[in-house]
């Protein structure tokens, strides 16, 4: 059974410091994986996905790579801003195509 | 384009009971798929519809069944209600099923068992 952690559970930065988000999976049988945003009683908002094939992918402020061989993803957030301030989590996709969720890392951005 | 919209947003419901949660996904998503959402198990998949069919599974008991129609709006319903169902649940759609599609979630339903 194909198991998420994210590391570490919470984060508090100064603004303007760049973060770093890890994830661990212990299948490395996946065909994506995808990092999301999660506002307190919102739903998820997808930030990035990246294709099993891929080794990491960008957008804007935000960079993820991943090493399927190691079972490891890291997102990075640049130049934080207290916006930037949600639970971020993890998702990898397995072969049973049951989409397998982290518990999330809450981050919190000081002004 | 409106994003995936699920109804009611708010539920209050007692042990016994049952409920039905509905969500439409975006315009011209085909899959849907639903998750509950507690702070002690985090995010759990609980089952996924494409095209009218129930592609995939998770693992929860048969009180939690669900349904997709043409237009590709679900449903999903949880019977014989029990404290432990207090939960967000969150439903996703995608263009196709599969796992090169980002999945697009909507608000939640918050449903409260006493």
């Known amino acids: 059974k194909q198991e998420v952690t994210q590391i570490p559970a919470a984060l508090s930065v100064p603004e303007g410091e760049n973060l770093v988000l890890n994830c661990s999976f212990t299948?490395?049988?996946?065909?994506?994986l995808q990092w999301f945003r999660q506002d307190p009683g919102k739903g998820l908002t997808s930030l990035l996905l990246i294709q099993s094939s891929q080794r990491e992918q960008t957008s804007g402020r935000l960079n993820a790579s991943l090493d399927k061989s190691s079972g490891r993803s890291t997102l990075y957030i640049a130049a934080s801003q207290p916006g930037d301030s949600a639970t971020y989590l993890c998702?990898?996709?397995?072969?049973?195509?049951?989409?397998?969720f982290g518990a999330g890392t809450t981050v919190t951005v000081r002004a | 384009k409106a994003g995936v919209t699920q109804t009611p947003r708010y539920l209050i419901k007692t042990r016994g009971q049952q409920v039905t949660l509905s969500c439409s996904p975006i315009?011209?998503?085909?899959?849907v798929s639903w998750y509950q959402q507690t702070p002690g198990q985090g995010l759990q998949f609980l089952f996924e519809y494409f095209s009218e069919t129930q592609r995939n599974k998770g693992n929860f008991p048969g009180r939690f069944s669900g349904r997709q129609f043409s237009n590709s709006r679900s449903e999903m319903n949880v019977s014989t209600l029990e404290l432990g169902d207090s939960a967000l649940y969150l439903c996703a759609s995608a263009v196709e099923a599969g796992a090169q599609e980002t999945q697009y979630f909507g608000p939640g339903t918050r449903l409260l068992v006493l």
């Open positions: 998702a990898v996709y397995p072969n049973d195509y049951k989409l397998s």
């Open positions: 299948d490395s049988a996946i065909y994506n």
């Open positions: 315009s011209g998503h085909r899959s």
